[in-house]
């Protein structure tokens, strides 16, 4: 019966593979990079070695750099693509019921957003019923007139009547908010986003996008709300 012959120790095969190999490392440099090659000058670090050290940190710096640049690079074609397929369904949509499922289903599935509400101002009388709700502007003003007498987004942690005349009674679970009136000549809603942790949305946070998508409400909800 024949013995297994043991594995030749690893340092062993990588010195005989370098010995024949001798133009290995130049062909390799990433490798050469990732190297510690200490100069022999006794306890004293040599500037040679100092110089390798700093320029080896500065690789790993820039490479670290480029990868961030281009996850951000990924991360907003992501949300390009999300924001072009929301735009073009509101666009697209025939009727308030197909706009609102389209908001809805966009902000829930594609932006993975926990609570969101999109409030019209009305006669829920004479409105479609749809998924979003309807108030008419003196209760809007009653619960939340601080928010709808703003000209831009508001972010950040509102009472618990004003939570629930955004949400319902799931606004009781909402932390913070950003929200945002839609107005064009005249005032046609609210456009609100929440989260459960209270720090989520902050006054100090940008609301670009949310104020983007109000745009576009703000130009499609007038041929609807007729």
Same mark, same amino acid.
């Given at each position: 019966?024949?013995?297994?012959?043991?594995a030749?120790p690893?340092?062993?095969?990588?010195r005989?593979?370098?010995?024949?190999?001798?133009?290995? @490392?130049?062909?390799?440099?990433?490798?050469?990079?990732t190297?510690?090659?200490?100069?022999?000058?006794?306890?004293?670090?040599?500037?040679?070695e100092?110089?390798?050290?700093?320029? #080896?940190?500065?690789?790993?710096?820039?490479?670290?750099r480029?990868?961030?640049?281009?996850? &951000?690079? !990924?991360?907003?074609?992501?949300?390009? $693509?999300?924001?072009? #397929?929301?735009?073009?369904?509101? @666009?697209? /949509?025939k &009727?308030?019921? /197909?706009l609102?499922e389209a908001?809805?289903?966009?902000?829930g599935?594609?932006?993975?957003?926990?609570?969101?509400?999109? &409030?019209?101002? %009305?006669?829920?009388k !004479?409105?479609?019923r749809?998924m /979003?709700?309807?108030?008419?502007?003196?209760?809007?003003?009653?619960?939340?007139?601080?928010?709808?007498?703003?000209?831009?987004?508001?972010? %950040?942690? @509102?009472?618990e009547?004003?939570?629930?005349?955004?949400?319902? $009674? #799931?606004? #009781?679970?909402?932390?913070?908010?950003?929200?945002?009136?839609?107005?064009?000549?005249?005032?046609?809603?609210?456009?609100a986003?929440?989260n459960?942790?209270?720090n989520?949305? !902050?006054?100090?946070?940008?609301?670009?996008? *949310?104020?983007?998508? /109000?745009?576009?409400?703000?130009?499609?909800l007038?041929?609807? *709300?007729?």
């Amino acid at each position: 019966m024949s013995k297994e012959i043991a594995a030749e120790p690893i340092d062993k095969v990588v010195r005989e593979f370098l010995r024949d190999n001798p133009r290995f @490392l130049d062909e390799n440099t990433d490798i050469l990079e990732t190297m510690v090659l200490p100069h022999n000058s006794g306890k004293a670090v040599s500037l040679v070695e100092r110089q390798v050290g700093v320029l #080896r940190d500065r690789n790993k710096e820039m490479r670290s750099r480029l990868d961030n640049m281009l996850q &951000t690079a !990924k991360d907003n074609d992501l949300l390009f $693509e999300k924001t072009k #397929r929301l735009v073009l369904n509101l @666009l697209e /949509a025939k &009727t308030l019921g /197909a706009l609102a499922e389209a908001l809805y289903d966009s902000l829930g599935k594609d932006y993975g957003i926990e609570f969101y509400s999109l &409030t019209l101002f %009305g006669d829920e009388k !004479k409105l479609p019923r749809t998924m /979003a709700r309807i108030a008419s502007t003196d209760k809007a003003n009653e619960q939340v007139g601080t928010l709808i007498g703003s000209n831009r987004a508001v972010c %950040g942690i @509102l009472r618990e009547d004003e939570m629930v005349f955004l949400f319902g $009674e #799931r606004g #009781r679970q909402v932390g913070s908010v950003a929200a945002v009136p839609l107005r064009y000549d005249s005032l046609y809603g609210i456009l609100a986003v929440g989260n459960s942790d209270p720090n989520f949305y !902050k006054s100090s946070m940008g609301t670009l996008f *949310l104020s983007y998508i /109000a745009e576009i409400l703000n130009r499609v909800l007038p041929s609807h *709300l007729k």
